[in-house]
């Protein structure tokens, strides 16, 4: 077990609605990575934190926001929810932006889109 | 564009049997390659990781070989047991146009060990 930690677990939401998913890194790392995981596939890179900004992004639309905090936790936000957005979210923390480091993946949070 | 592929069909052996699973990419030149299992439900977990100037790394029971120019790397389990079954995922770094690098991943093969 990694010590990455996730909340809620498991989320239904309607369309178009907002949801705030959280994120807690393993102890020492400054970084946070979120992906998202469709049933079936790999994770998707949504986007990266470093020492609260934002480090990179992949092709997701502005709807989909984060936050890093000093204490190096996070948060990714979905506004105006779609169907398609239901899917396992994954955060994962490294001690460094740097890619050539392991990403230490958090359970996920489950979320499903009616 | 960029693409990588994992086998998506299952791949089932049976326990003691070496396990062969396959990634390749094309249209880029990654730095650098991981791998990582995946179990139903929970997030991945990081196995190994293989530079482009590393032509084989080991860990155990598991092999990973790194070929830049077929653009392929093989991961082996040799021994394979009932708790190997799981998803293994390879990722390589790829530019992302909207800043900097970023772990692109395939789509995972399942691997099913029968007793």
């Known amino acids: 077990e990694t010590g990455v930690t996730q909340s809620p677990t498991h989320l239904i939401k309607t369309r178009g609605q907002q949801v705030t998913l959280r994120c807690s890194s393993q102890?020492?790392?400054?970084?946070v990575s979120w992906y998202q995981q469709a049933l079936g596939q790999g994770p998707q890179f949504i986007f990266q934190?470093?020492?609260?900004?934002?480090?990179g992004r992949g092709n997701f639309p502005p709807r989909f926001s984060g936050l890093q905090f000093p204490n190096y936790s996070s948060e990714l936000n979905v506004n105006a929810l779609e169907l398609d957005d239901s899917a396992l979210y994954l955060c994962?923390?490294?001690?460094?932006?740097?890619?050539?480091?392991?990403?230490?993946f958090g359970p996920g949070t489950r979320l499903t889109v009616t | 564009s960029q693409k990588i592929e994992q086998n998506s069909e299952a791949l089932n052996i049976q326990e003691g049997k070496t396990a062969t699973l396959t990634c390749n990419y094309t249209n880029y030149s990654p730095a650098y390659l991981q791998w990582y299992r995946q179990d139903p439900g929970r997030g991945p977990v990081f196995l190994l990781l293989i530079r482009e100037n590393e032509k084989e790394k080991r860990k155990e029971r598991l092999k990973v070989t790194f070929d830049t120019t077929l653009k392929q790397s093989l991961f082996h389990i040799t021994a394979s047991q009932p708790a190997d079954s799981a998803t293994y995922l390879c990722a390589l770094d790829i530019m992302n146009n909207n800043a900097g690098n970023m772990l692109t991943f395939g789509g995972g093969t399942r691997l099913m060990v029968k007793p």
């Open positions: 934190y470093y020492r609260e900004e934002e480090n």
């Open positions: 102890s020492g790392h400054n970084t």
């Open positions: 994962a923390s490294s001690p460094t932006s740097a890619l050539t480091y392991e990403q230490y």
